[in-house]
């Protein structure tokens, strides 16, 4: 991971200090953690990434929070 760009944190995290999720980018992969662990990060494609977040818009995981 040695091409890995700056960690950018998500427009929805606000002004939270430690309570943020962070990604990253490399040549070929998109790197996800958590600002208060960041030591635990979580690697995949950016096409697996896109078809998880079309599918949580699509409200296909509302039924877990139940």
Do not use: H
């Not at 091409?3 to 990604?23: F, M, T």
């Not at 992969?29 to 979580?42: G, M, N």
């Amino acid at each position: 991971m040695s091409d890995i760009q700056p960690w950018r944190k998500s427009s929805y995290s606000g002004d939270a200090a430690n309570n943020c999720v962070e990604l990253a980018r490399t040549l070929d992969a998109v790197l996800l953690r958590e600002s208060d662990e960041p030591q635990t990060v979580i690697t995949t494609t950016p096409t697996a990434l896109r078809s998880l977040t079309r599918a949580v818009r699509a409200g296909r995981f509302d039924q877990l929070s139940r």
